[in-house]
């Protein structure tokens, strides 16, 4: 076997372990460390024993293995005794190195929830709204300074949600007219300053499916 032909193979087989390690790495990343969920666990259930007086469970945790949550990636997910279907995060915050709660954001999250939901099935219909996901900043109670046990409503509030509505059908000509309208009246009526909104569909298209609608207001 002459020199090139050798050279060649050795330099596939060196591309072929490292793509191999890629691919470890990779999933490695994307995959939970079970130890890590354990210890947020202990940590969460800790903070709660000292910050709150209502009962509360850790029922689950969160692994952002995405990256959408740039406060953490690792969270517990509480449930309250007081309020079936609220659920909030307790996490190590990556910045500031110490636990803080989602409180504040979740109940914001919940108040704008049933604020768009009634004018979207306006809108759009009650049998057409396949999933809304709401989300404010995990640690705005943190930077407003709210108590958890006094919140304000977010009206007037200095905070911007991310919005995605998913609509169970295709794109028609008036939805992004809708949407604005919506975007409008968040702004007057609740006094949001700001955020984003994505208006999706799930038609079920294999090839050319309909483009979202975004929107940053």
């Given at each position: 076997m002459?020199?090139?032909?050798?050279?060649?193979?050795?330099?596939?087989?060196?591309?072929?372990?490292?793509?191999?390690?890629?691919?470890?790495?990779?999933?490695?990343?994307?995959?939970?460390?079970?130890?890590?969920?354990?210890?947020?666990?202990?940590?969460?259930?800790?903070?709660?024993?000292?910050?709150?007086?209502?009962?509360?469970?850790?029922?689950?945790?969160?692994?952002?293995?995405?990256?959408?949550?740039?406060?953490?990636r690792?969270?517990?997910?509480?449930?309250?005794?007081?309020?079936?279907?609220?659920?909030?995060?307790?996490?190590?915050?990556?910045?500031?190195?110490?636990?803080?709660?989602?409180?504040?954001?979740?109940?914001?999250?919940?108040?704008?929830?049933?604020?768009?939901?009634?004018?979207?099935?306006?809108?759009?219909?009650?049998?057409?709204?396949?999933?809304?996901?709401?989300?404010?900043?995990?640690?705005?109670?943190?930077?407003?300074?709210?108590?958890?046990?006094?919140?304000?409503?977010?009206?007037?509030?200095?905070?911007?949600?991310?919005?995605?509505?998913?609509?169970?059908?295709?794109?028609?000509?008036?939805?992004?007219?809708?949407?604005?309208?919506?975007?409008?009246l968040?702004?007057?009526?609740?006094?949001?300053?700001?955020?984003?909104?994505?208006l999706?569909?799930?038609?079920?298209?294999?090839?050319f499916?309909?483009?979202?609608?975004?929107?940053?207001?």
């Amino acid at each position: 076997m002459d020199a090139k032909k050798k050279a060649l193979i050795a330099g596939l087989i060196i591309v072929f372990f490292l793509l191999i390690g890629v691919f470890y790495l990779s999933y490695l990343g994307l995959t939970e460390d079970s130890g890590q969920a354990e210890e947020v666990i202990d940590d969460a259930e800790q903070y709660l024993a000292d910050h709150f007086d209502q009962q509360t469970e850790v029922v689950d945790t969160l692994f952002d293995n995405t990256g959408v949550y740039e406060q953490f990636r690792y969270a517990a997910i509480v449930e309250t005794e007081e309020h079936d279907h609220f659920r909030f995060l307790v996490y190590y915050h990556n910045q500031y190195d110490e636990f803080m709660d989602s409180y504040v954001a979740e109940t914001w999250e919940y108040e704008l929830e049933q604020f768009l939901t009634a004018e979207l099935e306006d809108r759009f219909g009650t049998d057409i709204i396949h999933d809304m996901w709401i989300t404010y900043p995990k640690d705005i109670g943190h930077h407003l300074n709210i108590d958890r046990n006094d919140i304000p409503s977010l009206q007037g509030q200095s905070a911007k949600p991310i919005i995605r509505v998913t609509l169970d059908r295709g794109q028609e000509s008036d939805d992004e007219d809708h949407m604005n309208e919506i975007i409008s009246l968040m702004r007057s009526e609740l006094d949001i300053p700001g955020g984003s909104f994505t208006l999706g569909f799930n038609d079920n298209a294999l090839i050319f499916s309909d483009r979202n609608i975004r929107e940053e207001f």
